[in-house]
């Protein structure tokens, strides 16, 4: 089977179908430089937004959804666009901020500025569990993008958020 040449993500390629809009953060991920953190600051955005119509059962609902269809949308996307974990595919930062920022919460402007400074670190870096959670679902390009990869889009990023929240509690306590 001869392998499909990545394809590069345009905004008429988003529109070509939902899962895309979705995967591709409504846009955000099209940015041509640093689409994961464009796409974090877009969630922290809506977020913003979102937070006064929202209690703690919304934001589990629109987390966990979000999570199960993006895993649909970011395996789609992916498949679509011949490469296993394509940058432009930023879902994962966003539901994975909403996390952070939900669980955080209340909290300052400078302590949302913080967690979105840790969040790009752990993500970007990849550093011990993030890296290991990064390289679990990873295969070769050419090779056929199942769930597994769709699945590991999004898991190293809710590491990360994981990582994120040890951080913020250790400072919690240790910092009062």
Do not use: Y
């Not at 955005?45 to 199960?68: K, Q, R, S």
């Not at 597994?148 to 999004?154: E, M, P, R, T």
Request: a neutral charge; proline letters at 6%; one cysteine or more.
């Amino acid at each position: 089977m001869t392998a499909s040449a990545p394809i590069r993500p345009t905004a008429a390629f988003m529109w070509g179908h939902p899962a895309r809009w979705i995967a591709l953060g409504f846009g955000s991920g099209l940015s041509p430089k640093a689409p994961g953190t464009v796409g974090t600051l877009w969630a922290w955005l809506v977020f913003a937004v979102l937070t006064p119509w929202m209690n703690d059962l919304a934001w589990a609902v629109l987390i966990g959804g979000g999570t199960l269809v993006g895993w649909w949308a970011c395996t789609v996307t992916a498949r679509q666009l011949h490469t296993p974990d394509p940058s432009a595919v930023v879902w994962d930062e966003v539901v994975a901020f909403w996390l952070i920022l939900w669980l955080i919460g209340p909290a300052s402007w400078l302590a949302q500025a913080v967690a979105f400074g840790l969040f790009r670190l752990f993500d970007a870096v990849k550093v011990g569990p993030v890296g290991w959670a990064d390289r679990l679902f990873k295969i070769e390009r050419g090779q056929p993008i199942g769930w597994a990869q769709g699945f590991g889009i999004l898991f190293d990023d809710f590491v990360a958020a994981g990582c994120t929240l040890v951080v913020f509690a250790a400072g919690r306590h240790f910092l009062g």
